[in-house]
């Protein structure tokens, strides 16, 4: 695979300079992130702000992420809930749940966000079981092979409007292959396998370029009745 041009990044630099400016709120959740040795696969703050964009232009009140992390998504995505409104976050591993809490309070979002820890797929069946209040807008960005599952309980959790947006469906290109040797390619070509003529979802995906290497972003809408 071809190297990234350093350009991809400099670009990044010029619209954070330019549009976004200087965040101690983010940088603060990095830092604490990589002093937890937690990796650094955070979306880019450039894709942070769409995040947030997104979230107020669907005038999201109720929003799902599947993969929290350190929290810094979840912060983004929460900048953009209304007065309100109300984020739920779901983290398989403890201890970065707790790294996500403490950099989700100090951005001053802890009475937006309810954290929920354990294996997604089962959170999830249990947020369908409950009857939860459906969402307005959820984010996937968590364990690729199970995207195909991801997709059927959004889709059980959303209502007519609702935005689902998938990260990392490009891979560099790696999409492409079948064979790839890439474990995490099979769970995103089902993604779009699945997607393809979907009657439900109206969908496209759009190749990123950046900080993040060339990378994807796949946008879903759930259709109106």
Known sequence: MQSADPRWSDVDGYIVEH??????????CLAANAAAGLPPIDVSITQGRMLELLARANKAENILEIGTLGGYSAICLARGLGDSGKLVT???????????????ENAGLGDKVDIFVGEAVATLRGLVEQGQTLFDLVFVDADKQNYAA???YALK?????????FDNVVREGRVLDPSSDDPKVPGTRKLYEMLKNHPQLDATAIQTVGAKKWDGFLIAVVREE
């Open 19 to 28: 549009l976004i400016g200087e965040d101690p709120a983010l940088d603060a």
């Open 157 to 165: 959790l959303s209502r007519p409007g609702t935005m689902l947006i």
């Open 150 to 152: 991801y997709l059927d």
């Open 90 to 104: 779901l983290e398989l591993e403890s201890g970065y749940a707790a790294v996500a809490r403490k950099n989700i």
